[in-house]
């Protein structure tokens, strides 16, 4: 998302947070029904062009929200009402932008009960079973399967054994992942969780355990050198043999032995 679109989805979404903060547990239902919106613009070109038309009536295309959402919650239509009153430089962008302000309601509904944190660990933790095990990441993100079944597989691994938001978050994607990989929205699920504790994250990935005292040294450098706090993520990998791999979004920095050697061989070679 870039430029027009951008500026509409940050400018909306800031003025929705506080909205959802305030509604606590009622987050879950707002997003359920910011999904339902989705779906529905999903599923409509007609209506992605009638609610993105730069020549239409800010005000007329709210009402046009209006009168087909207008048995959803208040707060729903408020929001998606701004949204359609926003330019958007391509009509995608506008579900797309409703999509993230059902991420935001849940992970608002999760901070109002403290439990914020224990959400980004479960994503993580499922993130890390999904790379680990390429029959569940298939069986979840096949979309060559009814949508129902990729849930079913769901609910049998994780169903009562998440937080109710952790759950939510991760059935939509499993149900709805409007052509993304699954990994990548879990991935993306976990930085937004993050970043709402106001934290970075750092994937390291180590052919070990780190020690407790190694993590905080490490996070404490990272958090120096980003000048925010740093949520740490670590993955054991045996096959790095020794070193670690830090990423903090785009950048990467690879001391693992195994990239010491291909570098080695890439010297060799050349």
Partial sequence: MKGTSQTAHDTVLRTFDPVATAAGKDGVAIARELFAVVDTLDGSGSLRRALTDPARDADDKAALVASLFGSF???????????????WSSEADLATSIEDAGDVALLAAAEKAKTLQTVEEELFRVERELVASRDLLTALGDRSAPASARTGVLSDVLKGKVDEVTYALLERKVAAPRGARLLTLVRGLVQTAAERRERLVARVTAAVELTAKQRTRLTAILAEAYGRDVQLNVAVDPEVLGGIKVQVGSEVVDGTVVNRLADARRRLVG
């Fill in 73 to 87: 919650d208040q707060r729903v239509v408020d929001v998606v009402a701004d949204f359609a009153r926003s330019r």
